[in-house]
């Protein structure tokens, strides 16, 4: 069971994409319940958090897309977003959605690729 990323794409230095995540139908009844995250994995280096927003809505950044990226979630919708502005090559990574129970259950997207050219 997966969650569904979507928002791929080949964008220029400077330019913004959204990514959205979609939650498995197995989770849709307790989806607001979920902190959720977005992790990326540059090429040949380990995947990092880059932002996460919890059940109360609360939001984390990543020191180096902080005020670049925003991330925000609709609960009715079941879905998160990142939306990613001012984008750099070095945000050149595949991009992973996670959604984290309080209880340990967790999922992760099958990951998207976003490459920013310089």
């Known amino acids: 069971v997966q969650l569904q990323a979507s928002g791929r794409g080949l964008v220029q230095a400077g330019g913004s994409l959204r990514l959205s995540c979609a939650a498995p139908r197995t989770i849709f009844s307790v989806f607001r319940v979920y902190d959720m995250g977005w992790y990326r994995q540059p090429p040949g280096a380990q995947r990092e958090l880059v932002a996460a927003?919890?059940?109360?809505?609360?939001?984390d950044y990543a020191d180096s897309v902080n005020g670049r990226f925003t991330i925000s979630r609709d609960n009715s919708q079941k879905k998160v977003y990142l939306q990613m502005n001012s984008l750099k090559p070095e945000d050149t990574a595949v991009y992973y959605c996670?959604?984290?129970?309080?209880?340990?259950?967790?999922?992760w997207g099958q990951g998207t690729l976003v490459t920013v050219s310089s």
């Open positions: 996670n959604a984290k129970s309080s209880r340990g259950d967790e999922y």
């Open positions: 927003i919890t059940s109360g809505r609360n939001t």
